[in-house]
């Protein structure tokens, strides 16, 4: 039980800080976007605030551990421990793929951009799209919430096989 709580909050404290920036700098792109911003980006940006959500649930799990454990301990009735790890689970492999689809599509559409911006000679006028902060931001918000969820996902994991296979003795 011990192991388990303390495992919740360590999840927690690594978990919230990494959440609450991600949130902070999508929502600072929601706020400062562009009207013409493509539709990769803004594919990345909604892919992004989905993962944001996903790391929201993942943080209640993570209180969700630690509450479960301070509850063995305390001699309450048996919590539903592995279904709660295996719920935190999905969730955690869910916001995963949710970010990585976030950060592939502003990755790829800034990568064009890049690209495009880079073959063309400084005395033609550009009207091609160029790399802006952006993007960046996008990348960077979604980045956070990956970095989150797999720390969610390795905390669940970690449990999973804790609980799932008790050491004998």
Not at 58 to 63: D, E, H, K
Not at 145 to 161: G, H, K, P, R, T
């Amino acid at each position: 039980g011990r192991g388990l709580s303390q495992t919740g909050w360590v999840a927690w404290w690594v978990e919230l800080p990494l959440t609450l920036t991600a949130a902070a700098i999508l929502i600072f792109a929601l706020v400062t976007k562009e009207a013409s911003i493509g539709a990769g980006t803004s594919a990345g940006l909604a892919l992004g605030v989905a993962g944001v959500v996903t790391c929201l649930i993942s943080v209640f799990f993570a209180w969700g551990y630690a509450s479960l454990g301070r509850r063995m301990v305390e001699g309450d009735e048996a919590p539903p421990v592995l279904r709660t790890v295996r719920l935190g689970l999905y969730c955690a492999a869910i916001g995963c793929f949710v970010a990585l689809l976030g950060v592939q599509a502003v990755v790829g559409t800034t990568l064009g951009k890049a690209l495009s911006s880079g073959l063309s000679s400084s005395a033609v006028v550009q009207s091609r799209p160029t790399v802006s902060a952006l993007d960046l931001l996008i990348i960077q918000g979604c980045v956070n919430a990956l970095m989150s969820q797999f720390v969610a996902l390795i905390v669940s994991l970690n449990l999973l096989l804790r609980f799932r296979n008790p050491k004998k003795g």
